[in-house]
């Protein structure tokens, strides 16, 4: 590379719960830079959660941290040319991809539920990702499948 790396930005903890993990989970979930929006779907989700969690030892914000560390994925495949073929070649994941990789999951198949508002499938994929089922849950499980079929091809990594 030319240029050096980026500065990694700060980011400001959310209002409600002051937390930084929120709020780079709101950054991702928002589209055309529409933030309030954003951390209304959010907070609306979480207060569903509230409502429909069983257990009362823990708080929705720690069911929502839960359902993140359920899809976060710990190996994922790479593709790598060696001679003609094509190699899908696994690799461990840096933590803070593994924290954005699971924030992308969660969000992209709670888009794809079919509850009526976007609080509402958020809401169930974070409850369904606490149980370790749902769509995202089945995203991490077939990656860490992918690099165990492939794990042969490990020897490739530089």
């Known amino acids: 590379m030319r240029k050096r790396k980026a500065k990694k930005r700060p980011i400001l903890p959310d209002p409600r719960f002051n937390d930084q993990l929120v709020t780079r989970f709101v950054n991702m979930m928002m589209?055309?830079?529409k933030k309030s929006t954003a951390f209304k779907i959010f907070y609306d989700a979480i207060d569903i959660v509230e409502e429909k969690k069983?257990?009362?030892e823990?708080?929705?914000l720690e069911i929502w941290k839960d359902a993140l560390s359920n899809v976060m994925p710990h190996v994922e495949v790479r593709s790598r040319r060696v001679g003609g073929a094509t190699f899908q070649i696994p690799n461990?994941?840096?933590p803070d991809r593994k924290i954005s990789t699971a924030m992308k999951w969660l969000i992209q198949f709670s888009r794809k539920r079919?509850?009526?508002?976007?609080?509402?499938k958020l809401a169930a994929e974070i409850i369904a990702a606490e149980k370790e089922e749902g769509a995202a849950v089945k995203k991490r499980v077939d990656t860490h499948k992918m690099a165990e079929a492939n794990k042969a091809f490990s020897h490739f990594r530089f």
Not at 114 to 120: C, I, T, Y
């Open 54 to 56: 069983q257990n009362d």
């Open 58 to 60: 823990k708080t929705s």
């Open 92 to 94: 461990p994941i840096r």
């Open 31 to 33: 589209w055309d830079g």
């Open 114 to 120: 079919n509850e009526k508002s976007m609080a509402q």
